[in-house]
């Protein structure tokens, strides 16, 4: 486990960035952060509110939908 969490940023068109990476990820990508107990926030680019919560509400549901 790292010591500061992964930063994301989510961007208008719901595209989620890791500026440390210089990559995009998906859902799935954080689903297996959360499974290898990494910690991440999530921030809006265009506000800095964190958005963590919402984005962990969506990786249930796509998995709750995906098995």
Same mark, same amino acid.
């Given at each position: 486990?790292? !010591?500061?969490?992964?930063? &994301? %940023?989510? /961007?208008?068109?719901?595209?989620? /960035?890791?500026?440390? !990476? $210089?990559? /995009?990820? *998906? +859902? %799935? @990508?954080? $689903?297996?952060?959360?499974? @290898? =107990? =990494?910690?991440?926030?999530? /921030?809006? !680019?265009?506000? $800095? #509110? #964190? +958005? *963590?919560?919402?984005?962990? %509400?969506? +990786? &249930?549901?796509?998995?709750?939908?995906? $098995?």
């Amino acid at each position: 486990m790292s !010591a500061e969490p992964v930063v &994301i %940023k989510r /961007y208008a068109n719901r595209r989620l /960035y890791n500026p440390v !990476a $210089g990559s /995009y990820v *998906t +859902i %799935k @990508d954080l $689903g297996a952060l959360v499974e @290898d =107990e =990494e910690d991440f926030v999530v /921030y809006d !680019a265009n506000t $800095g #509110d #964190d +958005i *963590t919560h919402t984005v962990l %509400k969506q +990786i &249930i549901v796509e998995r709750a939908r995906h $098995g």
